[in-house]
Nanobody, 122 residues
Framework: QVQLVESGGGLVQAGGSLRLSCAAS????????MGWFRQAPGKEREFVSAILWSGGARTYADSVKGRFTISRDNAKNTVYLQMNSLKPEDTAVYFC???????????????WGQGTQVTVSS
């Protein structure tokens, strides 16, 4: 069982940066792939980024490549999403999730946080 709590969201101007954190409880955190997804109003939840348990493999959505960086600290049971050069279209609720495989499909993830709001003003 893994419980996830996101933090770090907020209001930022376009071009600014935010760092999201996702704190996990559970002894087996290091065995899970950790992913970030987001959902904008009126839209379906979409994949943002994911990282393998070892941190050696990462994947990003095309829309965030070169701007967002995912990382994890297994000693702290925490995964991060550094978001730079933010755009108004990045506005969404951001969720972290844990799953067994490095996949972009949200159905592959077993555990979810409650989400944190990110709002980017133009």
């Amino acid at each position: 069982q893994v419980q996830l709590v996101e933090s770090g969201g907020g209001l930022v101007q376009a071009g600014g940066s935010l760092r999201l954190s996702c704190a996990a409880s559970g002894r087996t955190f290091s065995r899970y792939v950790m992913g970030w997804f987001r959902q904008a109003p009126g839209k379906e939840r979409e994949f943002v980024s994911a990282i393998l348990w070892s941190g050696g493999a990462r994947t990003y959505a095309d829309s965030v490549k070169g701007r967002f960086t995912i990382s994890r600290d297994n000693a702290k049971n925490t995964v991060y999403l550094q978001m730079n050069s933010l755009k108004p279209e990045d506005t969404a609720v951001y969720f972290c999730a844990a799953g067994p495989r490095l996949m972009t499909d949200d159905r592959e993830y077993d555990y979810w946080g409650q989400g944190t709001q990110v709002t980017v003003s133009s």
